[in-house]
């Protein structure tokens, strides 16, 4: 059985409440530098790092050695980008340039509601905050795993910029009745497209091999229909953000036009494609 994404991000409740105090108080930079006493420990503590080292070694051409250097770099970027997301919890702010933001702009003013699909290329959460606005309420659609301290500290940080939740419902699927409120009333519905939690899937074509993705998005987009945007977010310094945003005509195969869009980033950004799961269909063999 393929190994699917907890939803949850790491760490003890005590760990997750002392991390916000540190990044509060302590240059972030600082946190940075932290993290490499103990991330070597962590990944040797982890499996995911295995499936990292897969799309290194098998997806991108690397030796052995130097997709495990790959790996330990890309580990590092996502401590930067877990940390970056307390920053914001602790009342941090980023400095942030939206390419095409008047395209972007011009939707949100826009009285027609409209979905914006992520990727976990780059800091997928701080899209939310860098991207909200007062004009138009976004909602981020959910599956709620996550612990209850970063469930609050998201949930402030979320209020504080005009943004809600639409938890998903496995077993009564009212979810599906709030997406289609909040896309009649105008509003922003967000959520990832490209890491599975059960339910069904899609096979599409994603750097040279075939490729899980959850078929749920791109159903509701289809049917729908009304306008998708495609949100990226790269870090380009500690203190800075450059948010990519584009727009697919919800028609024909969504989803491998989204996984081709994907993997252009991810070889652009390789280090800042955060999924650290058995994303390739069938089993990943070292």
């Not at 899209?127 to 599956?143: E, G, S």
């Not at 949100?231 to 989803?255: N, Q, W």
């Not at 980033?265 to 650290?276: G, K, Q, S």
């Amino acid at each position: 059985m393929a190994q699917e994404w907890s939803g949850q991000t790491g760490g003890t409740h005590w760990m997750q409440r002392a991390l916000v105090h540190w990044v509060r108080h302590t240059d972030i930079r600082i946190m940075y530098a932290v993290t490499n006493l103990w991330l070597v420990w962590y990944m040797l503590v982890r499996s995911t790092e295995r499936h990292g080292a897969y799309m290194f070694h098998r997806r991108r051409g690397r030796t052995r050695l130097q997709a495990a250097c790959d790996v330990y770099r890309s580990f590092y970027h996502f401590a930067k980008a877990i940390i970056d997301r307390f920053a914001v919890y602790a009342g941090k702010s980023f400095e942030v340039t939206v390419e095409n933001s008047e395209r972007y702009y011009d939707k949100v003013h826009d009285p027609e509601g409209f979905v914006m699909l992520f990727s976990h290329v780059g800091n997928t959460e701080m899209a939310a905050y860098f991207l909200a606005t007062p004009d138009k309420r976004m909602h981020i659609l959910t599956f709620g795993g996550e612990s209850p301290e970063v469930m609050s500290r998201r949930a402030e940080a979320m209020a504080q910029n005009n943004i809600g939740t639409i938890i998903v419902e496995p077993e009564t699927m009212s979810h599906i009745y709030r997406i289609n409120e909040v896309l009649q009333q105008g509003e922003v519905l967000t959520m990832a497209a490209d890491r599975r939690m059960g339910g069904a899937e899609t096979v599409c074509r994603f750097m040279d091999a075939e490729a899980r993705f959850p078929a749920g998005p791109f159903r509701i987009c289809q049917a729908i229909k009304k306008p998708v945007l495609l949100t990226f977010v790269i870090k380009e310094s500690y203190r800075s953000y450059r948010v990519y945003t584009e727009e697919l005509a919800p028609t024909g195969d969504l989803a491998q036009r989204f996984a081709e869009r994907v993997e252009q980033m991810a070889l652009a950004h390789p280090y800042e494609w955060f999924n650290f799961y058995d994303f390739w269909k069938g089993e990943i063999k070292n």
